[in-house]
């Protein structure tokens, strides 16, 4: 995986929070699309506990696997992660049995896009990191 | 992952708020009609929204509880109520009956202004959805700039 090599697992990580944030955003469209569906139930996907399993409860980066014969690698791991579906019951006051909640949905969104920019912001930076050292060394 | 799929979805619903809006506007301008192709006054009408699975995403094999759970909007019926006719005193009128009363829509201005309110706020929040999109689209474009 040539990206491990030049970066590490934490742009296996960046790679992982981009997809499930767009994941995320796909879920949070559909709420909002749906508000005057009667009878729609809301989902909300939720990555942090399986990420924090995957890192481990120290949050440390894992090591790196040097022999083919060594226990697997830990950036599989974090490869194989997946959100979690998670119902949610917001607004149960609803008659219609509607789930959502359009002012909640709304700040979910801005905050999940405000993420998913700021971590594209941080891909980007570490190229340009890895730009500087291919570059200036003269 | 794509974001066409939330486009998809934002802009299914776009339409789905924008017919709606069609149909209460229907409503508001039949407010008086008495003639119609079916026969008697105009009946008031309404939208059923539906979930419906987005077909054609390529995604559906292999993701598929997180793809069953992505559903856009589509209008699956106009509803005709079945409320009978509000019976108005007027005997001058050309359709009234042998005791003077015309059969006249019985429809709820405020009820309907409320309607165009509530699919205006849910049109708006699509859009700035859609907005929202695009702004995390451009992000992801500038990665390796």
């Given at each position: 995986?040539?990206?491990?090599?030049?970066?590490?697992?934490?742009?296996?990580?960046?790679?992982?929070?981009?997809?499930?944030?767009?994941?995320?955003?796909?879920?949070?469209?559909?709420?909002?699309?749906?508000?005057?569906?009667?009878?729609?139930?809301?989902?909300?996907?939720?990555?942090?506990?399986?990420?924090?399993?995957?890192?481990?409860?120290?949050?440390?980066?894992?090591?790196?696997?040097?022999?083919?014969?060594?226990?697997?690698?830990?950036?599989?791991?974090?490869?194989?992660?997946?959100?979690?579906?998670?119902?949610?019951?917001?607004?149960?006051?609803?008659?219609?049995?509607?789930?959502?909640?359009?002012?909640?949905?709304?700040?979910?969104?801005?905050?999940?896009?405000?993420?998913?920019?700021?971590?594209?912001?941080?891909?980007?930076?570490?190229?340009?990191?890895?730009?500087?050292?291919?570059?200036?060394?003269? | 992952?794509?974001?066409?799929?939330?486009?998809?979805?934002?802009?299914?619903?776009?339409?789905?708020?924008?017919?709606?809006?069609d149909v209460i506007s229907s409503n508001l301008a039949n407010i008086n009609t008495t003639r119609t192709s079916e026969g008697g006054p105009y009946r008031r009408r309404d939208v059923?929204?539906?979930?419906?699975?987005?077909?054609?995403?390529?995604?559906?094999?292999?993701?598929?509880?997180?793809?069953?759970?992505?559903?856009?909007?589509?209008?699956?019926?106009i509803s005709i109520d079945q409320k009978p006719p509000k019976m108005v005193y007027d005997p001058r009128h050309p359709d009234a009956n042998s005791l003077g009363y015309v059969g006249m829509p019985d429809i709820n201005v405020i009820e309907e202004m409320?309607n165009i309110?509530?699919?205006?706020?849910?049109?708006?929040?699509?859009?700035?959805?859609?907005?929202?999109?695009?702004?995390?689209?451009?992000?992801?474009?500038?990665?390796?700039?």
């Open positions: 995986m040539p990206s491990e090599v030049l970066f590490g697992t934490t742009m296996v990580m960046l790679e992982k929070l981009l997809d499930f944030q767009s994941q995320r955003h796909n879920m949070l469209s559909t709420n909002v699309a749906h508000v005057d569906t009667p009878g729609y139930k809301g989902y909300d996907l939720r990555f942090s506990d399986e990420l924090k399993k995957a890192v481990g409860t120290k949050g440390t980066i894992p090591l790196k696997r040097t022999n083919e014969q060594h226990l697997p690698s830990e950036a599989n791991k974090l490869k194989g992660l997946k959100g979690r579906l998670v119902l949610c019951n917001d607004a149960i006051h609803r008659r219609d049995g509607n789930t959502v909640d359009l002012d909640k949905e709304m700040a979910k969104l801005a905050e999940n896009s405000l993420y998913y920019n700021t971590t594209a912001q941080i891909v980007s930076k570490k190229m340009n990191l890895l730009r500087t050292a291919i570059t200036e060394v003269r | 992952m794509d974001f066409l799929t939330a486009l998809k979805i934002s802009s299914s619903a776009l339409s789905a708020q924008r017919l709606r809006m059923v929204f539906a979930s419906q699975p987005i077909t054609g995403t390529f995604g559906e094999v292999f993701n598929s509880e997180l793809e069953k759970s992505l559903q856009k909007v589509e209008v699956v019926d409320v309110l509530s699919a205006t706020r849910s049109y708006e929040a699509n859009v700035a959805v859609i907005n929202a999109t695009k702004s995390m689209v451009s992000k992801a474009l500038e990665i390796g700039r």
